[in-house]
């Protein structure tokens, strides 16, 4: 017999990212001065712009979604380091 852990509801949620509150961007997605230190060091400008995301999302959500790429424009936005000039939709997660 199968079962399944998640609904396809909850399935979607773990997939993307919901909407964001003001607040919630405020707080999760403006990086400090230790975010920055960690991510800049030998990292191309799309690396970096992925790790700040992917840095602001996991005490944000708890986990990280499967699309990250499908984070909120306004977070992404939020979550560049001096210095970064990825156009968006040109930035990767970071693996590995």
């Known amino acids: ?27 999760y997605f403006t990086l400090t001065p230790a975010d920055i230190a960690f991510i800049d060091p030998g990292r191309g400008p799309g690396d970096r712009l992925g790790l700040a995301v992917q840095l602001a999302t996991l005490p944000w959500l708890g986990f990280l979604p499967d699309e990250v790429n499908s984070a909120p424009p306004v977070a992404v936005a939020c979550s560049r380091t001096p210095g970064t000039s990825t156009p968006p939709g040109t930035w990767s997660p970071v693996t590995g």
Do not use: A, G
Request: overall charge negative; charged content about 40%.
């Open 1 to 27: 017999m199968s079962t399944r852990m998640f609904s396809e509801d909850q399935l979607e949620r773990l997939r993307s990212y919901p909407d964001i509150s003001r607040e919630d961007l405020i707080r």
